[in-house]
C-alpha cells in the first residue's frame, strides 16, 4: 500500500512538472536532491547494519562469485525501481528508509509547485505521505527510528536547499559548495523563487494551449 500511495504521487508530480512553466528548474533540483538523500542513505547503509524489524522478513547473506553477478543484482534493483510490485526484494537497507524519502520528496516539490491556493492537491499530497509512511510502519518492514530519520533528512534538505535557491546570496556560499557541490551549476540561471507559471508544452490542440496558457 506504501508503493501505491508513491505511484499516486509519482502520477501527481508528473502532470505537475509537465505543465509546469519552469519544468527543467524542478526536474534538476528534483535529480540533485534525491541524489544527495540517497548518497547519504549509502553511507548510512555502510556504516549501520541492523537487524530485520520483523519474523516475516527473511534476511541472509549472499554470495556473488563475480562482478557480473553482482552487476545483474544492480541492474534488477535499479529496473524495478526497488520496489516490491515490481518483484524486488532488498535486504540490510533499513537504516534510513528510502520509500519514506521517495514519498516526502514528491510530496514537498508537488506543493511547492503548485500555487497556495490548490488546497485539495495539496491535502492529498499529504494525505498519501502520512498513509504511505503509516503503512510502512504498520507492516514492520522498518524501524520507527528509520522512517522518521528519513522524514527529517528529507524535509530538511529540501528546505535548506530552496532557502539558498531562493537567496541570491547564499548561491555561491561555502556552505552551499560543500553540502551540494554542483549547486551554483545547476541554479546558475535561476533569479530567486521560481513562479508557479503552467503552459502547453506541445502545439496542439489549440483547446489546450488556451485552457492552459
Same mark, same amino acid.
Request: hydrophobic share 45%.
Given at each position: 500500500?506504501?508503493?501505491?500511495?508513491?505511484?499516486?504521487?509519482?502520477? @501527481? #508530480?508528473?502532470?505537475?512538472?509537465?505543465?509546469? *512553466?519552469? !519544468?527543467? @528548474?524542478?526536474?534538476?533540483?528534483?535529480?540533485?536532491?534525491?541524489?544527495?538523500?540517497?548518497?547519504?542513505?549509502?553511507?548510512?547503509?555502510?556504516?549501520?547494519?541492523?537487524?530485520?524489524?520483523?519474523?516475516?522478513?527473511?534476511?541472509?547473506?549472499?554470495?556473488?562469485?563475480?562482478?557480473?553477478? *553482482?552487476?545483474?543484482?544492480?541492474?534488477? @534493483?535499479?529496473?524495478?525501481?526497488?520496489?516490491?510490485?515490481?518483484?524486488?526484494?532488498?535486504?540490510?537497507?533499513?537504516?534510513?528508509?528510502?520509500?519514506?524519502?521517495?514519498?516526502?520528496?514528491?510530496?514537498?516539490?508537488?506543493?511547492?509547485?503548485?500555487?497556495?491556493?490548490? &488546497?485539495?492537491?495539496?491535502?492529498?499530497?499529504?494525505?498519501?505521505?502520512?498513509?504511505?509512511?503509516? #503503512? @510502512?510502519?504498520?507492516? &514492520?518492514?522498518?524501524?520507527?527510528?528509520?522512517? #522518521?530519520?528519513? #522524514?527529517?533528512?528529507?524535509? !530538511?534538505?529540501?528546505?535548506?536547499?530552496?532557502?539558498?535557491?531562493?537567496?541570491?546570496?547564499?548561491?555561491?556560499?561555502? !556552505?552551499?559548495?560543500?553540502?551540494?557541490?554542483?549547486?551554483?551549476?545547476?541554479?546558475?540561471?535561476?533569479?530567486?523563487?521560481?513562479?508557479?507559471?503552467?503552459?502547453?508544452?506541445?502545439?496542439?490542440?489549440?483547446?489546450? *494551449?488556451?485552457?492552459?496558457?
Amino acid at each position: 500500500m506504501a508503493e501505491a500511495c508513491g505511484l499516486i504521487l509519482v502520477y @501527481i #508530480f508528473l502532470l505537475v512538472l509537465l505543465l509546469h *512553466k519552469h !519544468r527543467s @528548474i524542478i526536474l534538476r533540483r528534483l535529480c540533485s536532491l534525491f541524489g544527495t538523500v540517497f548518497l547519504l542513505r549509502c553511507v548510512t547503509m555502510f556504516v549501520t547494519s541492523l537487524s530485520v524489524p520483523g519474523q516475516h522478513l527473511q534476511c541472509s547473506s549472499k554470495m556473488y562469485g563475480d562482478m557480473w553477478s *553482482k552487476v545483474q543484482r544492480v541492474l534488477a @534493483i535499479w529496473s524495478g525501481f526497488g520496489m516490491t510490485l515490481n518483484g524486488v526484494d532488498t535486504c540490510g537497507d533499513y537504516m534510513f528508509s528510502g520509500h519514506t524519502v521517495v514519498l516526502t520528496m514528491l510530496n514537498f516539490f508537488i506543493t511547492e509547485y503548485t500555487p497556495s491556493s490548490w &488546497h485539495l492537491i495539496h491535502t492529498i499530497s499529504w494525505v498519501l505521505n502520512l498513509f504511505g509512511i503509516f #503503512f @510502512i510502519l504498520a507492516a &514492520h518492514e522498518h524501524y520507527s527510528i528509520d522512517v #522518521f530519520i528519513a #522524514f527529517y533528512i528529507t524535509t !530538511r534538505l529540501f528546505l535548506y536547499y530552496h532557502t539558498l535557491a531562493n537567496t541570491r546570496a547564499f548561491q555561491h556560499s561555502r !556552505r552551499a559548495r560543500i553540502w551540494f557541490p554542483m549547486f551554483s551549476f545547476f541554479e546558475c540561471n535561476v533569479n530567486g523563487p521560481v513562479h508557479n507559471q503552467y503552459n502547453w508544452p506541445f502545439s496542439g490542440p489549440a483547446c489546450m *494551449k488556451t485552457l492552459i496558457g
